[in-house]
């Protein structure tokens, strides 16, 4: 059963999504209408607050499904192209494809515990990115832009994938984990990808792997 949600978000606006024990998709379409399908086979419900300038979803974090159950909700969101200010998404137990483009967002929040998220941003306009995971992977696929941003692994595994003409410059905040470039570790404080400076576009990050990886370019793409 999918029940539908729907408002509108006219001008610049804070979004934040909680996700649980189920699938999250996220997409972006054309106009200032965001709309929620959220689908409940009865062990899962979908709160929402909203406003003019914030959206406020809670989609199944009280629940009580289990991974792995044919009865696992699947919630669809589709966020205006309107200027977002902020967009928080937070996933746990379960999976999450975040395909934006065409959104405009300034700042973008992704976390995920004991999850698998993968994040398409090759035609999403996003200044600012934070990605963090614990137990579980994060998968980001950037855009042709500049972009700085935070990248934190406890436990779990984050890969990020740059078009050709992007300069990468990272700043490791943490001596544990793992750190690679195009299969080989970095084990330096800070390093830069080559022709960074050269590159038509840059992007900035600090990462603090901890006990995760974080691998960027990987051989064979980000999954």
């Known amino acids: 059963v999918l029940s539908s949600q729907s408002g509108v978000l006219p001008g610049t606006a804070t979004v934040e999504v909680f996700a649980a024990c189920g699938s999250l998709d996220v997409t972006a379409e054309s106009g200032s209408t965001w709309r929620l399908e959220a689908g409940d086979p009865g062990r899962a419900t979908a709160s929402v607050s909203s406003s003019s300038t914030d959206l406020r ?6 629940g009580s499904l289990s991974l792995g159950s044919s009865g ?10 309107t200027p977002i200010d902020e967009l928080h998404v937070t996933l746990g137990a379960g999976d999450g494809n975040v395909n934006l483009a065409g959104a405009d967002i300034t700042a973008l929040t992704i976390a995920g515990n004991a999850t698998e998220v993968h994040v398409d941003l090759t035609e999403a306009s996003v200044a ?3 990605a ?12 042709d832009a500049n972009l700085t941003g935070t ?3 406890s436990i779990g595994e984050i890969q990020v994938c740059l078009p050709p003409d992007v300069g990468l410059r990272v700043r490791r905040a943490s001596e544990l984990g793992v750190v690679k470039y195009e299969g080989f570790e970095q084990h330096a404080a800070e ?13 900035d990050l600090t990462a603090t792997p901890s006990l995760g990886g974080m691998e960027f370019n990987p051989i064979g793409g980000c999954r």
């Open 128 to 130: 600012r990115l934070s």
């Open 57 to 62: 979803i809670d989609a199944g974090t009280t």
């Open 151 to 153: 990248l934190a692994a």
């Open 72 to 81: 696992r909700t699947t919630w669809r969101l589709a966020l205006p192209t």
């Open 191 to 203: 390093w830069q990808s080559p022709g960074y400076d050269q590159a038509r576009f840059h992007v």
């Open 132 to 143: 963090s995971v614990s137990v579980g992977g994060i998968w980001i696929q950037l855009p």
